[in-house]
């Protein structure tokens, strides 16, 4: 459903009107707050009530008690039913503007640590992140291109937390995805810690491999390393916090 065809002000004042409408009925016919809570429960679970059940809830024999009763549910199951479209609709655009988010940054980040490769990026619930080859319309391979694949959550977790590029000692790495590590040695010093899976390009050629991202962040400028070993992942860091802090006092 597109969320530009809901008319979410109508919906709002629609359930507004439900409930007072719901509200005056159960006054009027001074049901008990039991007697209410088991006449909802019957209107989500069968849509409307039988005569049947509002006599054996509400012990009603007259006609006229039961159209109000009927009444009472419907306005219950109208109010139950918008709620959750108006649910399914919030939780949709939330997945699409995830989903876009992490597709757009992700070939923007791409484009950025790999300038001379053709890219296209995909997002998808449940489809396997990874890195592949790409064809074009034709099926034909496109030289030094690759089709990524990244997480819906990518965009969150790695390109707000500015690790989606990081230098390693032989050029960039674009992070496909990622997995936080709390190791307390570290973050008492300002530094956290991810393992990742990075994308690595050599002779127009993508492959992936798994390594330690670190970053170091204390209010000021940002300093990241990358490593297939923990402990050199470290060292790297080490060595740049301490020439990022010689370079300050250099500068004053």
């Not at 694949?149 to 230098?167: A, F, H, L, M």
């Not at 170091?216 to 940002?222: L, N, Q, T």
Request: hydrophobic content about 35%; aromatic content about 6%.
């Amino acid at each position: 459903m597109e969320t530009s065809n809901i008319d979410y002000p109508t919906i709002c004042r629609s359930i507004d009107a439900l409930r007072l409408n719901a509200q005056y009925t159960f006054k009027q016919m001074d049901l008990s707050q039991d007697a209410v809570k088991q006449l909802a429960e019957h209107a989500r679970e069968n849509n409307y009530v039988s005569h049947r059940a509002a006599s054996s809830i509400m012990g009603l024999n007259s006609t006229s008690s039961k159209i109000l009763i009927s009444s009472f549910v419907n306005c219950v199951h109208e109010i139950h039913k918008s709620r959750k479209m108006l649910r399914s609709v919030d939780n949709s655009s939330k997945l699409d503007e995830a989903r876009y988010e992490s597709k757009s940054n992700a070939y923007r980040a791409f484009s950025d640590a790999f300038p001379s490769a053709t890219v296209e990026t995909k997002c998808e619930v449940g489809e396997e992140v990874a890195v592949r080859d790409l064809y074009n319309r034709w099926d034909s391979l496109v030289e030094g291109g690759a089709l990524v694949t990244v997480p819906i959550s990518w965009n969150k977790k790695i390109y707000e937390e500015g690790i989606s590029i990081v230098q390693a000692g032989d050029g960039a790495r674009f992070i496909l995805d990622c997995k936080e590590r709390k190791i307390a040695r570290l973050n008492n010093d300002h530094i956290r810690c991810w393992a990742v899976r990075a994308v690595k390009r050599k002779h127009k050629v993508c492959t992936v491999e798994n390594a330690t991202v670190l970053k170091y962040d204390a209010g000021g400028d940002v300093v990241l390393s990358i490593s297939d070993s923990f402990s050199k992942a470290e060292s790297l860091i080490r060595r740049r916090i301490k020439d990022k802090a010689l370079g300050v006092l250099m500068d004053l």
